[in-house]
C-alpha cells in the first residue's frame, strides 16, 4: 500500500499536531487514541512509513510489538483490568482509517460489551485445511 506522508499520524510524529503521549523510544510512539472506544484506548505506531502491517519494515515491526507489549501491560496495571485486547486493521476493507500502521491496546473490564470479532459457527475441517494448505502456498 502507498504511504501519504500527510496522514495524521505522521503529523503526530513529526510534532505538527498534538498527542496525548504515552512513551516513545527510538522505534516507536505510543499516544492515547483520541476517540477511545474504552478508558485507556492508546495507540502504538513504529516511527517509519509504513501504511499497513504488511509494508512495515520487519526491525520496526519487532520493535513496535515490544512496545505493544509494554504498553499493554501498563495498560493493564494503570486501569485494573483483567484484560487487555490488542488490534491492528489493514486496509479499507478491514476498517482501517488512518493509514499509518498501528496497533489499538485497549483495557478490557470484562463487563462492557463484546467487540463483534468472534465467528458464531465452527467450519468445516475441509474447508479449514484447504484454507490453511492455500495460505502456506502463498508464503515468501
Ligand atoms: P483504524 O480504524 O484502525 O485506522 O483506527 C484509527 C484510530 O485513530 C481511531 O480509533 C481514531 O479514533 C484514531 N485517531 C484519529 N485521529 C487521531 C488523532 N489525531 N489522535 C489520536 N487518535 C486518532
Redo the contacts with the bound molecule.
Sequence with gaps: MSYDDNN??AK?LRGE?P??KIYEDARSFA???????AEG?S?VIPKCPAADLLSLDADYAAATIQTVQKIARAAKRAFDAPGVFV???NGEAA?????HI?F?VIPRDGKSAPFAFHGRKEAASEILSAHAAKIAAALE
Design positions: 495524521i499520524f503526530i499536531i498527542a496525548h499516544f492515547m487514541d483520541i476517540m477511545p472506544i484506548h495507540l488490534g491492528q486493521l476498517g482501517q482509517t488512518v493509514f498501528h489499538h
